[in-house]
């Protein structure tokens, strides 16, 4: 609290400003219609540099839950999946880590501190936590400003809160809907309420003094689906080509309950002095049951089938039965306090925010069972690589739970958290040199900790007699997998594993491997220049930040050349200087051309700097981190030409080159190292020179209302984005594509809106994308391309009722990555379509 109080001068929330880009109308004005398309497209014209807003009237018109996904129909932003869900995304291609992200201009963290998007850089933000019920707008900033954080080399997104300022009368939004999961044919259920409006009587300018907004959105999901992964018996020359090592039938159960609470409350006594408090409250809680089949050692003794040239025989594999029952809750909170005033000419905003990301792992239990050995198996993975058969060919049967004994169960928690409070206040006015003109300075401090807190290594293996599968079955077999007819018997049950891990005491610690206590503080000054001469828009500045940061573990150091197990602590500062022009020329009335020159920063990953140290002295193998990481730095230009249409269409096209300094890649080197014999394999990250990213993007939206009859009502809304990139990741080997960025995105969607009717097609495609280094090109992970198609339907009964409709994933669209080469997939998921359908109703 001391650090609060000693900062309170300098202030406490600042309110997006976004939301203010007309300077010359009152916030309220602005602000009521924040969540139409028009004002939306209204603010990307009129703004100074390359931006894209969507409002919450074209969010509802796709069938999206969650901020990922509709941040994903956006021009040059891509969607990054989990378990069919949208959960990070891409700008321009590149991976969530390079992005920025804030929630009414607080920073955004993210929930899981080493399951994030490639490289574990531990920065890309989960935006599968906010429903798309807590927002009013999505902004999508591509050209960096000073009075904007510099973290974004890809780009930064801001989630404009839900607000009540200006509305006339007190008003309530419910929904309600529920449908079907129809690969196992699970249900979901969706409520939204909303209640806000004016309080009080009259302020100076005769509007209402008070206003709230309060929100509240539920969506519980139970979708299932089949997972077939596997591993190649890869570098062994007498090994056929497509040899499996192991095979694994995974059976999942996902449960996932997703809510958000919100609320604002604002005081304008006048139009000149706006006070706000806000706060957001949102995530899930899920539980998830994976029940796995194995096949182990296939690639030991491994022949082409001389009767199926597609085909392969491996002696002398091995099963084994595996159940994990995880139950995790993430979630994201951000509180906030914060002013905008008036006085005279001088414009002040403020700010005080806290910021908190958590990650709770209540229990992750791992039961293992033991099968039959010594089988024969017969298996083609060559006729249809996404759906590989296999056969027994000899040895005891692998779906009888009889054949099973409990080998071990473990378990493992987990209770880590981001959070993070920061401190803004800026000051803006005319200097009267050119029509327009405004110079802007301010500040801000964040003071930011990030905890990794993992506990495990609890294992129980019983003794005396053994404990058999069918002693803890559940349900009826699965008979079916994968749809294709296959059986791997019944599931394990969790109840009694969970009860059998209890009743024995294991003990639980913690993981110290996986633990840091990092803190990373940034203060942070800027100035910029606005101002209009003649057709051109000019904006200069010049944004300034100190960072200082302490990367803090337990690993291993070297005291006196023997290596010392215990806590580490390494201070990390730097001063980095962001620069921008940005130039906005208005060729004509609905004509505009852009030509801007911008800078931002990505620190490094979290786990990238991991101080713990693992090694495998019989391998000769050394794993860490490297906490003397520089952060990455981009130099990006930028050329758009836009012209708008009626009703709040747009024709767009532009051109982008991001340089990136200090690019951060996985490095294995070898070398020396204590308590190694001989030259060590150690694995760990580094800055390579630089890195590459240049592409273009086009945007097309547009109502037909020139066409006759029914006919008028028919659109497009269109946009497609292609990124180049390149990269040194291995040494004596030339560039491959920047990992995790995605070459081809595109989104293209038919619409009709006539009356009461809206209709909507919506597609979707991603290109592959490499998405792990491997130790040689032909052992790089690729995640394959993606087209989906979605469908969302309404009918308005009235002015109060309004029936609708989704339909998602008609294309059956995978999640699926493979190795090296498109035939060699090592997981694929298909989830089948999903179905929803409700009522919104308006008083």
Same mark, same amino acid.
């Given at each position: ?37 028009? %004002? ?18 074209? *969010? ?19 969607? =990054? ?16 880590? @390079? ?65 009540? *300022? ?28 909303? *209640? ?13 003094? @008070?206003?709230? &907004? ?6 519980? +999901? ?39 609470? /919100?609320?604002?409350? +604002? ?33 030991? =003794? ?70 039959? $050995? ?5 298996? +083609? ?12 060919? #000899?040895?005891?049967s692998i779906t009888d739970p009889a054949n099973y004994a409990l080998d071990s169960i473990k378990n493992s928690t987990e209770k880590s958290h981001d959070h993070e409070?920061?401190? =803004? ?26 905890v990794s807190m993992p506990y495990g290594a609890g294992k129980f293996s019983p003794s005396g007699a053994p404990i058999l599968w069918s002693y803890a079955t559940s ?28 009743? /024995? ?26 101002a209009t001469f003649g057709q051109l828009g000019v904006l200069a500045g010049v944004r300034y930040e100190h960072t200082k940061a302490i990367y803090r573990g337990i ?11 215990? !806590? ?29 020159? =911008? ?9 990238? %700097? ?16 490297? !906490?003397?990481?520089? !952060? ?5 230009? +930028?050329? #758009? ?59 097309? &939206? ?39 960025? *995605? ?24 290109? /592959? ?6 130790? /040689? ?27 609708? &409709? ?35 109703? $308006?008083?």
């Open positions: 609290m001391l650090r609060t109080v000693s900062l309170a001068a300098l202030a406490i929330a600042l309110l997006p400003t976004t939301a203010f880009a007309d300077t010359e109308a009152a916030p309220s004005e602005i602000i009521v219609t924040a969540r139409l398309a028009k %004002t939306a497209r209204d603010e990307q014209a009129a703004a100074p540099n390359v931006v894209n807003v969507q409002s919450a009237e074209t *969010i509802a018109k796709y069938p999206d839950v969650n901020s990922a996904e509709a941040l994903s129909r956006m021009p040059g932003v891509s969607l =990054s999946i989990d378990t069919s869900e949208g959960r990070y995304v891409n700008i321009r291609g590149l991976d969530g880590n @390079f992005n920025g992200a804030t929630f009414g201009g607080v920073v955004l963290l993210n929930t899981s501190p080493s399951y994030t998007y490639f490289n574990a850089a531990g920065r890309a933000v989960e935006f599968d936590t906010v429903p798309i019920g807590a927002v009013d707008r999505m902004t999508v900033t591509k050209t960096g400003l000073p009075d904007r954080e510099a973290e974004g080399i890809g780009g930064s997104i801001e989630l404009s809160p839900r607000t009540a *300022i200006g509305a006339k009368r007190l008003f309530a939004h419910v929904t309600l809907g529920g449908g079907l999961e129809t690969d196992r044919n699970t249900g979901l259920y969706r409520d939204e309420v909303v *209640i806000g409006g004016p309080l009080g009587g009259t302020n100076a300018n005769g509007e209402a003094p @008070f206003s709230f &907004v309060l929100s509240q959105f539920l969506y519980n +999901d139970k979708r299932s689906f089949d997972d077939t992964e596997v591993a190649y018996k890869d570098n062994q020359p007498a090994t056929p080509d497509k040899a499996f090592d192991a095979l694994e039938l995974r059976h999942y159960a996902y449960n996932r309950k997703r809510y958000g609470f /919100s609320g604002e409350f +604002d005081f304008t006594p006048d139009t000149n002095t706006r006070i706000y408090l806000r706060g957001n409250v949102t995530g899930y809680n899920e539980r998830v049951l994976r029940n796995r089949l194995n096949i182990n050692g296939l690639g030991d =003794s491994v022949t082409v089938d001389p009767a199926k040239p597609n085909g392969f025989i491996a002696t002398g594999a091995s099963t084994e039965k595996t159940l994990r029952d995880s139950d995790v809750k993430e979630q994201n909170a951000v509180f906030q306090l914060g002013g905008d005033h008036h006085f005279g000419d001088v414009h002040v905003e403020w700010f005080g925010a806290y910021s908190r990301a958590t990650y709770t792992k209540y229990n992750d239990y791992n039961a293992t069972f033991a099968g039959p $050995s010594n089988l024969s198996v017969g298996y +083609d993975n060559t006729t249809n690589p996404n759906y590989p058969t296999f056969k027994v060919l #000899s040895g005891a409070w920061s401190y =803004s206040l800026s000051a803006a006015m005319p200097l009267h040199l050119a029509a327009n003109d405004e110079l802007k300075v301010g500040g801000k401090l964040r003071y930011r900790e990030k349900g009826s077999p699965v008979t079916n997998y994968y749809n294709t007819g296959t059986s791997i018997g019944p599931n394990i049950d969790p109840a009694q594993m969970s009860k059998l891990f209890g009743a /024995s005491g294991t003990a639980i610690a913690l993981n110290t491997g996986s633990y840091f206590d990092d803190t990373e503080n940034i203060a942070a000054a800027y100035l910029q220049y606005q690993g291993d150091s070297i005291i006196g050349g023997a290596v010392v197990n215990g !806590p580490l602590s390494t201070p990390h500062s730097y001063d980095n200087v962001f620069p921008t022009l940005q130039l906005r020329y208005q060729a004509a009335p609905n004509l505009v051309a852009r030509a801007t020159y =911008s800078t931002g920063i990505a620190r490094p990953g979290f786990y990238q %700097t991991l101080q713990a140290t693992s090694i495998d002295v019989g391998g000769g193998v050394v794993s860490t981190g490297n !906490p003397n990481l520089k !952060p990455m730095y981009g130099n990006n230009f +930028d050329l #758009s030409l836009e012209y708008y249409l009626p009703g709040s269409g747009v024709i767009s096209l532009g051109a982008f080159d991001k340089e990136v300094r200090n690019y951060i890649v996985t490095r294995t080197v070898r070398g020396a190292y204590p308590g190694i014999t001989g030259t060590a394999l150690i694995q760990t990250y580094d800055n390579v020179s630089g890195a590459h990213a240049r592409g273009i993007e086009a945007n097309f &939206v547009d109502k037909f209302r020139g066409l006759p009859g029914l006919l008028n009502g028919f659109g497009v809304d269109a946009n497609l984005t292609y990124v180049a990139s390149a990269v040194v990741v291995r040494d004596g080997e030339g560039s491959v594509s920047m990992p995790g960025t *995605i070459p081809w995105t595109w989104n293209a969607s038919l619409f009709y809106e006539r009356g009461p009717v809206q209709l909507r097609v919506a597609s979707q495609f991603e290109s /592959s994308v490499l998405f792990g280094v491997g130790r /040689s090109r032909a052992n790089d992970i690729f995640q394959d391309s993606r087209f989906t198609v979605d469908f969302n339907g309404s009918y308005k009964l009235s002015g109060n009722v309004e029936f609708y &409709v989704n339909a998602k994933n008609l294309t059956n669209a995978p999640l699926r990555v493979y190795e090296g080469a498109p035939n060699r997939p090592i997981q694929r998921e298909f989830y089948d379509l999903t179905l929803e359908g409700g009522v919104k109703l $308006s008083f």
